[in-house]
């Protein structure tokens, strides 16, 4: 039998290779090295997107391996480029459910929950001199991703909603948003513009509701918003000169689409009480949890 080739012998005594022990991170530790580039709260915002594990449970040193944790730095390198975060992971909170969006939609903020919050406590209210099981119908007008809408339609059993917005792109994610909350016997879309769009102008005296977060920041103050602020739609903020063109229409021309008794509520920037109470006197000016002067609420007598 003859020898065996060298190259044979080099490969028969070659250990055979086996591949080590995937390395892991602890995800407190991610966190504490995210912490320096991005708020606390979004770093855990992004890993509890990525894990799918709630808050608390990051604290717990669960083992992260190298691909997750890649993955994650490359989604805080975004944020600190200024990317939002609710866009890096496609999903916003809003009260007690979430919501799809992108950058076709506003990001839902805390002073819209306190909206609705507050709207809903001024409709329960006036609800106890109506008819048990008479239905609420009701326009969210700029509805954006939707969250409006199907917060109204989540609290009231017998609503019936339109929500309408200016933006053909805004609309198909407030309908994705609604079909994934099983709200389409209860939430309407459609393109609108003004009170007299046809689809607003033949709701005249019927609603029990108008509310609207619109645009309302002054085109001069978009350049010094935040970095991640000015990457969402300037549709959904320009205001025009004083923040107040579609807010004035809304208050000027809101009241017909209401039956007697009907709201109008909107939120509104903090310079426009003197504009507001100058178009519709009665109108009740609230402020939001900062101090600051951001609803409107006026009811049609």
Known sequence: MSEPSRRTRNLATKPPRHKGPEVRIDSAELLKEASGAIPRSDAEYLLM???????HELYLRRP??????????????????????QYLTHSA???DFQVQVDHRVLIPRPETEELVARTLS??????????????TMAVDFGTGSGCIAIALARALPQASILAV???VAALAVARRNVVRHSLGDKVRLAQARNMDDRILSRLRGRLDLLI?????????????LQPSVRREPRLALDGGPKGANIVAMLVAHGPTLLKPGGLL???VDATHESAVRKLAPHTEVERDLAGRVRYAFLRRS
């Open 212 to 224: 609207s977060n619109p645009p309302y920041i002054p085109t001069r103050r978009l350049a010094r």
């Open 122 to 135: 001024k409709l329960k209210s006036e609800a106890r001199s109506r008819k048990p099981k008479a239905r």
């Open 93 to 95: 909170p809003f009260l």
């Open 165 to 167: 917005d200016a933006s």
């Open 64 to 85: 992260v391996t190298a691909r997750e944790a890649a993955r994650f730095r490359r989604l805080v390198s975004l944020a600190r480029s200024g990317e939002p975060v």
């Open 49 to 55: 997107h990525l894990l799918q594990v709630p808050r």
């Open 265 to 267: 509520a909107v939120e």
